[in-house]
């Protein structure tokens, strides 16, 4: 098996950025506007994310179709638990955040203990596949708890918490850059944080204009970056630029 995780460039930021964007509104399009509720969402996503991840985890390499598409499905269902937690469960978003941080760190420890490594760049074997997958779906949980605790519960509105979450990443870039901090490290430090950045920027675009948002609303906000993300795993599919052959500098080494 090769390794089933595209190279870390450009491309791999701005997609998944955008899927987490497409997470937040697909989930509150789907539930609001459909009407199927949180609940009924909540079966329908998770059944095609079981789905996609069938295929996915009997593909031999990395194809870009099957990585993003479980990327973008995963994103959702991630939105879905804690929206389920905090909705119909009532619990707490400084809980549930405290719950996925827990889940998320378990599943670092015990990826680490079995494969000793968190490298995304050894992602060759199906164990090492599923724990990736765990901790991006815990990442994705974690990081819509954590974007709406910033954004909803702070009171500090969704440009805002943006702003806060573009910043850390920021830093912890020119951290990675000019005081080599350690990649593994400052990769899921970036990967996690993306998630609360693309949930505030999906509210303050679909969100009305009275909640704080742009107005745009789910279904455009959806479409647009849906459509954008299509393009760019065309290209890469094409262009090979996420792959070692395609791209053997990367922005960030693991």
């Known amino acids: 098996m090769l390794n089933k995780v595209p190279e870390v460039t450009l491309y791999f930021w701005i997609i998944k950025i955008m899927a987490t964007t497409v997470g937040e509104t697909a989930a509150d399009f789907l539930s609001i506007n459909l009407h199927l509720g949180l609940t009924g969402t909540s079966f329908i996503m998770s059944a095609l994310l079981a789905a996609m991840l069938f295929i996915q985890l009997r593909a031999r ?3 870009p179709w099957m990585y993003w598409m479980t990327v973008v499905l995963i994103s ?3 939105t879905l638990i804690t929206d389920n937690m905090v909705d119909n469960f009532g619990i707490a978003l400084e809980t549930t955040s ?3 941080g827990l889940a998320l760190i378990t599943t670092f ?6 494969e000793k490594t968190l490298s995304i760049h050894t992602i060759y074997t199906t ?4 724990f990736y997958w765990a901790a991006i779906l815990f990442t994705f949980a974690l990081g819509t ?3 709406d605790l910033m954004a909803e519960g702070s009171g500090l509105g969704y440009a ?3 702003f806060i979450f573009a910043a850390l990443i920021a830093a912890i870039t020119i951290f990675y850059y000019l005081f080599k901090t350690n990649a593994i490290l400052a990769f899921w430090l970036a990967y996690i944080l993306t ?4 949930a505030s920027c999906g509210d303050y675009l679909s969100q009305p204009i009275a909640n704080g948002g742009s107005g745009l609303g789910t279904v455009n906000t959806s479409i647009i970056f849906l459509t954008t993300i299509a393009l760019l795993v065309s290209y890469l599919t094409f262009s090979k630029k996420d792959t070692k052959e395609g791209h053997p500098e990367h922005l960030i080494r693991n």
């Open 61 to 63: 390499k990395y194809v």
């Open 98 to 100: 405290i719950i996925f």
């Open 127 to 130: 164990k090492r596949e599923l």
């Open 145 to 147: 708890a954590g974007g």
């Open 109 to 114: 420890i015990a990826w680490y203990t079995n």
């Open 195 to 198: 998630r609360p950045l693309g």
């Open 76 to 78: 959702i269902v991630g």
């Open 160 to 162: 805002t918490s943006a």
